[in-house]
């Protein structure tokens, strides 16, 4: 099979199933990850031969999309902040706002000599590797109830080689932190089964539940517990960061606000959404 033979495959395979923007990129995915080739290279030589073994792989991912199987399981990566991330079934495939997030702490704390940070909810790690590697002598811990989770940001934090200190704790059943901080973070699980709905179901059938989901009746329930526990383990120049929901904002804001919260900035993310929270005693 050539490049090109490939490229009309994936197109009629996969066109009743996916919009073109999105075939575009799975084309340049494959092309880059399984074939370790670039669109220019495609563009020169259309013709070239695809090898026996890497055609098998194609073919299994082919498979997998038709099935709405996330590309980043079926390549076994995903790209985060310049960072090489393994995902699978346990850990949440790192969204683009959360990169957002990061990039307003970095904003904030790049100046902080040695800044203690503690990130709630792993996944895969993305939010404490990349911390960890962006701000010079970071001491970064995260928490994770899911043993897997946390066995997967243990491999991606040795692969990036990123000092990232890993406990295994159910935050919910926290009474107290450990330590005092700069930053504390999260990303929890936010969306309300109400939502479902409107979830695709490349994440609905593929991504860990216990990543995404929260009760109808108690949806800022880890935004509450948290902000508890921050209130008195932040330091006095620290700062509490949320990703959210972004129907909810304005609720987020209300319960900080209760809890003790002074300083609480609500801000939007790259698509005008309310994705965002900071806020400090
Ligand atoms: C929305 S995901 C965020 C993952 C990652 N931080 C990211 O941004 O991609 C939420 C994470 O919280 C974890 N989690 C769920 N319930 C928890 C609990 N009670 N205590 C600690 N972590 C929990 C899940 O296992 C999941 O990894």
């Not at 880059?32 to 991912?61: C, R, W």
């Not at 800044?115 to 590797?129: E, Q, V």
């Not at 900035?265 to 994705?275: A, I, Q, S, T």
């Amino acid at each position: 099979m050539t490049l090109l033979a490939f490229k009309q495959k994936l197109y009629t395979t996969l066109e009743s199933h996916y919009p073109k923007t999105e075939l575009d990129s799975f084309f340049k995915l494959i092309l880059e990850d399984i074939l370790e080739l670039s669109k220019i290279d495609f563009a020169l030589n259309p013709n070239m031969e695809v090898s026996g073994d890497s055609i098998s792989k194609i073919n299994k991912i082919l498979n997998g999309l038709s099935q709405h199987q996330p590309i980043q399981h079926l390549i076994g990566f995903t790209e985060f902040m310049d960072l090489k991330l393994e995902v699978n079934q346990h850990v949440l495939i790192p969204r683009p706002e959360t990169e957002e997030l990061i990039l307003w702490i970095l904003n904030d704390f790049s100046k902080t000599i040695s800044p203690n940070i503690l990130d709630i909810g792993t996944g895969s790690g993305c939010i404490p590797i990349a911390l960890s590697k962006k701000l010079e002598n970071a001491k970064v811990s995260t928490i994770d109830v899911s043993n897997k989770a946390i066995e997967t940001a243990k491999r991606n934090a040795t692969y990036n080689k990123a000092d990232v200190q890993f406990l295994h704790q159910d935050i919910l059943a926290t009474e107290k932190l450990t330590a005092t901080y700069d930053v504390i973070v999260s990303n929890p699980p936010y969306v309300r089964n109400l939502e479902k709905v409107e979830i695709e179901k490349n994440v609905l059938d593929y991504e860990p539940h216990l990543a995404l989901f929260v009760a109808d009746d108690d949806p800022l329930i880890f935004y509450k517990k948290i902000a508890e526990l921050a209130l008195i383990s932040l330091k006095p120049n620290g700062a509490l960061y949320y990703e959210i929901n972004q129907y909810l904002g304005k609720e987020t804001v209300e319960l900080l606000q209760n809890i003790g919260f002074k300083n609480i900035e609500l801000k939007k993310d790259v698509f005008g959404n309310h994705r965002m929270i900071k806020a400090s005693v």
